[in-house]
């Protein structure tokens, strides 16, 4: 991806400022870990590429804004526990911005009641190999953390669990964590051969 990373592209109301706390978060932590050995959250200018979330009872618990997936704390997460897309707004439990993503994770929840973990990576290897691997690939590449690259999304989405995003990355989705980040690991190595 060419464009270089300025932040989020929506505005962020606080609700409680404190570092939020979920039984989930240790998973949470070990895929980020993988992902950022893998290579799968470069650093780009301005912050890392990359960003992990899963289902809560309020919403869901997103990875910060450009930050880098190793050795990640609670800190660097935030739970999103409101979103309006087209108001560009989210409001959030925790001390830092959410991923510029965050939206597009939040259509992802909304639209797929039996998705509970989106993992968004960039996989070099993959986007090389995506045509010949077969992959779903978004029609147009759009810009990161945009409505259009929601809309571009949500033309292919239907059932799917893999989705390449167009010369960006992937989205790799799963009833759990677990599912989701296997998935990733699995489309990674067989693009490697
Ligand atoms: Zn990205």
């Given at each position: 991806m060419s464009s270089k990373y300025i932040g989020t592209k929506f505005q962020t109301v606080f609700k409680d400022k404190n570092a939020i706390k979920d039984d989930n978060i240790s998973i949470l932590i070990k895929w980020c870990d993988h992902f950022a050995e893998l290579g799968l959250s470069p650093k780009l200018i301005g912050g890392f590429g990359g960003n992990l979330s899963f289902r809560t009872k309020q919403g869901f618990i997103i990875t910060a804004?450009?930050?880098?997936?190793?050795?990640?704390?609670?800190?660097?997460l935030v739970e999103i526990i409101e979103a309006d897309i087209l108001l560009k707004k989210v409001v959030v439990n925790g001390t830092k911005q959410p991923s510029s993503e965050s939206l597009l994770h939040y259509y992802i929840y909304s639209q797929r009641p039996e998705v509970n973990a989106v993992f968004h990576g960039h996989d070099e290897q993959v986007l090389k190999k995506c045509e010949q691997l077969n992959l779903l690939i978004t029609k147009q590449e759009q810009p990161y953390g945009s409505v259009k690259l929601i809309e571009e999304v949500g033309k292919i989405l239907?059932?799917?669990f893999y989705i390449v995003l167009k010369n960006h990355g992937f989205l790799s989705l799963g009833e759990t964590m677990d599912k989701a980040g296997n998935l990733a690991l699995q489309i990674h190595r067989s693009s490697a051969k």
């Open positions: 804004s450009g930050v880098n997936l190793k050795n990640l704390s609670e800190n660097d239907q059932n799917y």
